[in-house]
């Protein structure tokens, strides 16, 4: 069998599939399919300073080969998540990644500071939330806020960093080269690109929200491709998601430039996901006789 483990950002993970931020809750409900220890590592539901209750239902819709989704951040607030779901999920042997965000620095801050003593491994510091109406995106989306942000959050924690972006921008290099320039360990990418559904017979939106997050395997060529460029543009290592849901798109992503690979939108069709993609990257290497999975990050060979 060949070595899975990768260090990304000086934290070692067993592995690098990781199920994305919103997709996995805490991980309790999929302890009961299969041990979290198998998984490199979680990235949980996004925690803000206060509980919210997010945006109000129907804040899911199906899509041709995706989904939309407009959540909206509902979560018990962070006091809560160091309370309860930290120490258990440090009892699980996976790498914990504190997916966190805010709608203003100061929040953010404040959030990320609590973090500080905890087990947690990683800080994702969430500015491409596309779902709520103060801060999320709105950080995401401007090099000088997402720079602003990033090293306010890094001159308050200890803990790698890792900056999430939005696909919603028009130069996604630009906002990565700014969030390495604040100070962040590592840049994750894509958050969901911002979608709309209509019924046709009432005339309504299906989403409460109007509109939401586009997600899944629709998203997965447009991931690929901004991976990629963040990938050349900075020095820091890249954690891809977007449309995952096999082992070969886990490859391609990785051959891409990404480090880690996170899993969202899969898993709701699909909760064994992770261990499918895992297996089949295992599979993959010894078929290829790669000893080691850190050989095909960034192998693509562009034209
Ligand atoms: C229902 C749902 C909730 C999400 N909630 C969050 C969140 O709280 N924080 C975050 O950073 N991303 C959140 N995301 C975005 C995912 O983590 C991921 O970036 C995105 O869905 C693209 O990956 P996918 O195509 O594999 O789903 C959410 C996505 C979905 C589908």
């Known amino acids: 069998m060949a070595n899975l483990s990768v260090n990304f950002a000086g934290v070692t993970f067993k592995n690098p599939i990781v199920p994305a931020s919103g997709a996995f809750g805490f991980g309790r409900e999929y302890e009961e399919l299969y041990p979290l220890s198998t998984l490199g590592g979680i990235s949980t539901k996004g925690t803000t300073l206060e509980p919210r209750n997010g945006n109000p239902a129907p804040r899911i819709a199906e899509t041709p080969s995706g989904m939309l989704n407009s959540v909206g951040l509902q979560n018990p607030g962070i006091d809560s998540f160091l309370e309860h779901e930290v120490p258990y999920l440090a009892t699980k042997d996976t790498r914990i990644i504190a997916n966190i965000a805010g709608s203003t ?86 958050n969901t690109l911002l979608g709309m559904k209509i019924d046709i017979n009432t005339r309504r939106p299906i989403l409460r929200n109007n509109v939401g997050g586009l997600s899944g395997p629709a998203v997965f060529p447009v991931a690929v491709r901004m991976v990629w460029q963040v990938a050349n543009s900075v020095s820091i290592p890249v954690c891809g998601m977007g449309g995952v849901s096999t082992w070969k798109d886990a490859v391609e992503m990785m051959l891409a430039g990404a480090s880690l690979v996170q899993i969202g939108a899969a898993l709701f069709d699909t909760p064994f996901a992770p261990m499918k993609i895992i297996d089949g990257l295992n599979q993959y290497l010894d078929d290829n006789k790669i000893e080691n999975i850190n050989d095909i990050i960034g192998k693509v060979q562009p034209w």
């Open 105 to 190: 620095i100061e929040d953010c801050v404040e959030t990320a500071r609590r973090i500080e003593g905890s087990a947690v491994d990683m800080i994702e510091l969430n500015i491409s939330c596309p779902n709520v109406k103060e801060g999320g995106v709105a950080f995401g989306v401007n090099c000088n806020s997402a720079q602003t942000i990033t090293e306010a959050v890094r001159n308050v924690t200890t803990k790698p960093l890792m900056v999430k972006l939005s696909p919603n921008v028009t130069s996604i290099t630009d906002i990565a080269k700014a969030v390495e320039a604040g100070g962040a360990d590592a840049v994750s990418l894509i």
